[in-house]
Nanobody, 115 residues
Framework: QVQLVESGGGLVQAGGSLRLSCVAS????????MDWYRQAPGKQREFVAT???????NFADSVKGRFTISRDNAKNTVYLQMNSLMPEDTAAYYC?????????WGQGTLVTVSS
């Protein structure tokens, strides 16, 4: 059994920054892609960013240039650095990881950006 636990969410003013973390634990053999998604109230969950096991990244157009994703494989952790936050970034942010073909979601962490 593996699990993902996100942290780092909170309330921030527009233009501010937050760093989210997601730690994987349990019976981990290997972790392939690690992703961040978000879901705003009343909207569908959407892709934010992904990072492969060797560090290649990809971002949603809405966050390019503002968000960065990184990972520490030794700590089984993925990070999402969010800069220049805007009210439309307000959402629950979810981590997802591919454990040898099995995708697992975290429980989410809430980010609220005030104008």
């Amino acid at each position: 059994q593996v699990q993902l636990v996100e942290s780092g969410g909170g309330l921030v003013q527009a233009g501010g920054s937050l760093r989210l973390s997601c730690v994987a634990s349990g019976a981990i053999f290997s972790i392939n892609d690690m992703d961040w998604y978000r879901q705003a109230p009343g909207k569908q969950r959407e892709f934010v960013a992904t990072i492969t096991s060797n560090g290649r990244t990809n971002f949603a157009d809405s966050v390019k240039g503002r968000f960065t994703i990184s990972r520490d494989n030794a700590k089984n952790t993925v990070y999402l650095q969010m800069n220049s936050l805007m009210p439309e970034d307000t959402a629950a942010y979810y981590c997802r990881a591919d454990f040898s073909g099995i995708r697992v979601w975290g429980q989410g962490t809430l980010v609220t950006v005030s104008s």
